[in-house]
């Protein structure tokens, strides 16, 4: 199987790791709310990058029309920091993405991240529907 997949759900995840550094830190001496949303871009990006061809990766992108982010505990610099993605529902051209944040071991999140994105058909610019390609690629059935 090809990783990244069929992640459909946490324990089928696209998996990265990061490690807090001195720039992710706010004055508050924590990682700062807007680089958990950075992380969260971060691997959906990567997830493409590794699941999708050259060619689909040409025919289509993909913009953030939404985030909902809840924080459940810190994190600080230095903390070695898994970052795992799986995808949701699929309406027309919005497809939802899951992001768990969290230190390396830990059994709870430090955020969770749910973002809408949009399909965005490379040569006109517009919205599209998700192609079926794009579900066989990353081994998913469309919903409804």
């Known amino acids: 199987m090809t990783e990244g997949r069929g992640?459909?759900?946490?324990?089928?995840?696209?998996?990265?790791r990061?490690?807090?550094?001195?720039?992710?830190?706010?004055?508050?001496g924590h990682v700062n709310n807007l680089v958990y949303l950075r992380w969260a871009t971060d691997i959906a990006g990567h997830h493409w990058q590794t699941?999708?061809?050259g060619d689909?990766?040409?025919a289509g992108l993909w913009v953030?029309?939404?985030h909902e982010i809840d924080y459940r505990g810190e994190?600080?610099?230095?903390?070695e920091i898994?970052?795992?993605?799986w995808l949701g529902a699929a309406k027309g051209a919005r497809y939802d993405r899951h992001v768990d944040i969290r230190k390396v071991g830990a059994a709870k999140p430090s955020a969770s991240v749910l973002t809408t994105w949009a399909y965005i058909d490379t040569a006109t610019r517009r919205p599209k529907r998700?192609?079926?390609?794009?579900?066989e690629t990353f081994g998913l059935l469309r919903a409804g």
């Open 7 to 16: 992640a459909h759900t946490y324990e089928t995840a696209f998996r990265r």
């Open 18 to 28: 990061w490690t807090a550094s001195p720039d992710d830190i706010d004055f508050m």
């Open 51 to 53: 699941v999708a061809s």
């Open 56 to 58: 689909m990766q040409a």
């Open 64 to 66: 953030v029309l939404r």
């Open 75 to 79: 994190l600080k610099e230095g903390d």
């Open 82 to 85: 898994e970052v795992s993605t």
């Open 130 to 135: 998700v192609p079926d390609s794009v579900f």
